[in-house]
């Protein structure tokens, strides 16, 4: 069965830092990873997909099959990132494993 | 596009009673999906439709059921409700059936609060 860990439920931290959220997946095939993140009092939106391999907001995930991770990075966190990220993985028809998510909090 | 749109936005139910949830897709998406999502948790996967056929069903429940009608929008329906079905639905609609790549576009939500 497919899982996806997201081992840290709150990030800290300052503005102009780097940041990484964490992200393992489990998986018995070829895995299709994505990002979701949900900004206060708005939905569910996609951030990026391995796929597409493109940066969005300037984060970026590679897909690391040797060590079953998509990490989430930024080089340097903004106010505005501060939000509920979502790890996820699609398992046929885009059906969609979540994380738990982790909640990334920017300080001025 | 107004996006997904789903209703009611926020229900209480006691336990033991029935409640149907609403979703409206996207214009031109065929495909509906169902979450549940509980506090602190990530959402999990309850149901997909495309063509009115279901595709795919999460390890919930039969007290769970769903349907999608013509127009493409769909139902969800939870009998002899319990106090854990308290979460947020989540509704989301893509356009492709079988595109695993498919970007998935959530609606607001529906909150349940069993009492």
């Known amino acids: 069965a497919q899982r996806v860990t997201q081992p840290e439920k709150l990030l800290s931290v300052f503005k102009g830092a780097p940041v990484e959220l964490k992200c393992n997946y489990s998986?018995?095939?070829?895995?299709?990873l994505f990002w979701y993140v949900q900004y206060s009092r708005q939905r569910l939106q996609l951030l990026l997909r391995?796929?597409s391999r493109e940066s969005i907001k300037g984060f970026t995930a590679d897909l690391n099959k040797g060590e079953t991770s998509f990490h989430l990075k930024k080089p340097f966190a903004q106010e505005e990132d501060s939000a509920m990220y979502y790890c996820?993985?699609?398992?046929?028809?885009?059906?969609?494993?979540f994380g738990k998510g982790t909640m990334l909090l920017v300080s001025p | 596009d107004a996006g997904v749109t789903q209703s009611p936005t926020h229900l209480i139910k006691t336990r033991g009673q029935q409640v149907t949830l609403r979703c409206s897709p996207i214009?031109?998406?065929?495909?509906v999906s169902w979450y549940q999502q509980v506090l602190g948790q990530g959402p999990q996967f309850i149901f997909q439709y495309y063509e009115k056929e279901e595709r795919g069903r999460g390890n919930f429940p039969d007290r769970f059921s769903a349907r999608q009608f013509p127009n493409y929008s769909s139902e969800l329906n939870v009998n002899a409700l319990l106090l854990g079905d308290s979460a947020l639905y989540l509704c989301a609609s893509n356009q492709l059936a079988g595109g695993r790549t498919d970007t998935q576009y959530f609606g607001p939500g529906t909150r349940l609060t069993v009492l």
């Open positions: 214009s031109g998406h065929k495909s």
């Open positions: 996820a993985l699609s398992s046929g028809y885009s059906t969609l494993t």
């Open positions: 391995h796929i």
């Open positions: 998986y018995s095939g070829s895995p299709e």
